[in-house]
């Protein structure tokens, strides 16, 4: 199978689970934090804006990138297979483990840890997915099923229509973002408040109050 789709494969599979030879918590720290930067690349490198724009205006894209269409660029750039990987019950599992540190522990490490880096990955990997999440489900998703000549094998185990699915069954990581920031490391207070501030606004998760009979409904999930 050419291309890109293989190595995203093998990440996804590493990193929801942990080898049997890797029994140093170190060694598995660093396997974790080298999968998080893996899919923080193949997330962060994804030109979101030439494909809402190619998307809406309907434009020719020949002069903005090198492959000959916008479809060619969603199949070819591994962003659309990290993100079937994100919604997989593993890696979900797996990117909430990473999130959940004890914070006495982050307290005390050093900046450039191991774990105070392993944690920063987690949290941007999950501000990209919170921030992408809706093109990739809008646009890059049926365009992938449409292209019929380059069926892939799905990701199995894919559990989650959306991300704030996962953040409901791990509601725990919502004070575990509140503790981080007074850790005392500087990136990972900012990190944390502005994963807490799009997690707050997610209609997912904010359901808008709704009067009853009696007694209002609709509560803020996260709170």
């Not at 229509?161 to 575990?176: H, P, W, Y």
């Amino acid at each position: 199978m050419p291309g890109i789709d293989p190595y995203v494969d093998f990440v996804g599979q590493v990193f929801q689970s942990k080898p049997a030879e890797a029994s140093d918590y170190i060694q598995l720290r660093l396997l974790s934090l080298i999968c998080l930067q893996f899919i923080a690349t193949c997330l962060g490198t994804f030109n979101e804006d030439l494909v809402i724009l190619a998307n809406q205006a309907n434009i020719v894209i020949d002069n903005a990138i090198r492959t000959s269409d916008l479809a060619s660029y969603v199949r070819l750039h591994p962003f659309s297979r990290m993100m079937e990987w994100i919604f997989n019950d593993g890696v979900m599992a797996a990117l909430f483990g990473a999130l959940h540190q004890d914070v006495t522990e982050v307290g005390n490490a050093a900046p450039d840890s191991p774990l105070v880096l392993c944690l920063l990955h987690a949290i941007e990997v999950v501000t990209l997915v919170m921030d992408l999440q809706a093109t990739y489900l809008d646009i890059v998703r049926p365009l992938i099923k449409s292209q019929l000549n380059h069926r892939r094998s799905p990701v199995a185990n894919a559990a989650f229509a959306s991300f704030e699915d996962g953040v409901l069954n791990n509601l725990s990581v919502i004070a575990d973002l509140g503790l981080y920031c007074g850790a005392g490391h500087a990136p990972l207070t900012v990190a944390s408040l502005k994963l807490l501030g799009m997690l707050s606004t997610s209609p997912n998760l904010v359901s808008a109050p709704s009067s009853g009979v009696g007694r209002f409904s609709g509560r803020n999930k996260a709170i």
